[in-house]
């Protein structure tokens, strides 16, 4: 069974630019996350899709990114315009049911420069 | 607001020794888990706990729910072992509260 997979790998965009990131979950998982982890900080809760909803959006940073996952299957990341403070690691992760006792699958992530 | 702690930050041990890495959190937790990332990769969930503690292979990972403590033991250390430890808050919506990591170096 292929895990949660996350394109590209690596981004290297300038300040201005957009850029968008691909998550794919496991086959059958209805929840899908997004975290980021920028240089020296701990990882921090993006959102939270329960199929193609929006379950919980709170850690969204601002409008600049915007999240879609259509059909409940791949998720897109959409960070426009990107700024210097955007770079780090994204995360992508997907469990199968919507419950904190779920183990949740992490992709191998997409790590963002913005110069 | 729940603030999740780890200690140490870095660590380094001699193949073979009995290593612990520890986790507090502030508030009541629905489930802690504790995560491994290798240099370069992806994340990979080693444990989920909400009581007592739980073992696999070498690893164990205990929890005191009245102290908000948890620890991940790691027995016979071996190199590749070597990775950043991570745990994390499992909130009631699933949603990973994260601690800054501990950095493990096992040297052979």
């Known amino acids: 069974e292929a895990g949660v997979t996350q394109f590209p790998s690596h981004s290297v965009i300038e300040k201005g630019q957009t850029v968008t990131l691909r998550c794919d979950p496991i086959?059958?998982?209805?929840?899908l996350y997004w975290y980021r982890r920028v240089m020296g900080k701990e990882i921090k809760f993006l959102l939270h899709?329960?199929?193609?909803?929006?379950?919980?959006e709170s850690g969204m940073p601002n409008n600049r990114f915007l999240a879609e996952r259509t059909g409940g299957t791949y998720s897109t990341l959409k960070v426009q315009p990107a700024e210097l403070e955007d770079s780090g690691v994204y995360f992508c992760?997907?469990?199968?049911?919507?419950?904190?006792?779920?183990?949740?699958?992490f992709g191998p992530g997409t790590r963002l420069l913005v110069l | 607001k729940n603030e999740v702690e780890q200690s140490p930050q870095n660590l380094t041990a001699q193949e073979g020794e009995f290593i612990t890495i520890n986790c507090s959190y502030s508030?009541?937790?629905?489930?802690l888990h504790w995560l491994q990332q290798h240099p370069g990769g992806g994340i990979v969930s080693l444990f989920m706990?909400?009581?007592g503690k739980k073992k696999h292979g070498r690893l164990i990972a205990t929890i005191n729910i009245q102290e908000k403590h948890s620890s991940l033991h790691i027995t016979a250390s071996h190199p590749r072992d070597s990775a950043v430890y991570i745990c994390?808050?499992?909130?009631?919506?699933?949603?990973?509260?994260f601690g800054k990591g501990t950095k493990l170096s096992v040297k052979p």
């Open positions: 992760a997907s469990s199968q049911d919507y419950s904190y006792q779920e183990t949740q699958y």
């Open positions: 086959s059958g998982h209805d929840n």
């Open positions: 899709f329960v199929k193609e909803s929006k379950q919980d």
């Open positions: 508030v009541g937790i629905s489930a």
């Open positions: 706990l909400s009581s």
């Open positions: 994390a808050d499992g909130g009631s919506q699933g949603n990973l509260i």
